[in-house]
């Protein structure tokens, strides 16, 4: 159920944070589908809470002045830095551009999404910076292979 029209999110010329994220949030969940897991795909303003072996939270960052960012991941404390050092290498070994660190704000390691559900594993995933032309640009006609990456990385965790 939606708690109310969640239209937040970055945002440069007509590419939108909020028509991006769900392109990748659906290549990841019928990659992992396929692959046999059960996914429980929300919306950001969802209003349950939800029990998983792992959760992800999908954004791309925005940022003034532009091109002053990048990627990044957040996570609670109670998340394995095997984990989350495990994307992080894997996606700065494919994204071309700043990796901005882990949990370098506080905002990424409070996300409020975290407290929706209850897992081992949980990561926030900003891909990169939207408002930076040549990372949008990059970015833009990889996002199902993004969603790809996200549901590859997760299969080998969970298969561990």
């Not at 900003?126 to 997760?154: I, N, S, Y």
């Amino acid at each position: 159920m939606h708690v109310r029209a969640c239209n937040l999110g970055a945002s440069s010329g007509d590419a939108l944070e909020r028509d991006w994220t769900p392109i990748v949030a659906d290549a990841t969940a019928r990659a992992l589908r396929k692959a046999g897991f059960t996914v429980a795909r929300r919306p950001a303003d969802y209003r349950e809470h939800d029990h998983a072996r792992a959760a992800v939270f999908f954004h791309f960052d925005g940022a003034e002045p532009a091109c002053s960012s990048g990627a990044s991941i957040g996570y609670p404390a109670q998340t394995s830095q095997a984990f989350v050092q495990a994307w992080e290498h894997d996606y700065r070994g494919w994204f071309p551009f700043r990796f901005v660190g882990a949990n370098f704000t506080e905002n990424e390691s409070k996300y409020y999404g975290f407290r929706k559900v209850d897992a081992p594993q949980k990561m926030l995933i900003e891909f990169g910076e939207l408002t930076c032309p040549a990372q949008r640009t990059w970015m833009q006609p990889r996002l199902q292979q993004m969603g790809d990456k996200v549901a590859d990385f997760l299969i080998a965790w969970l298969h561990r």
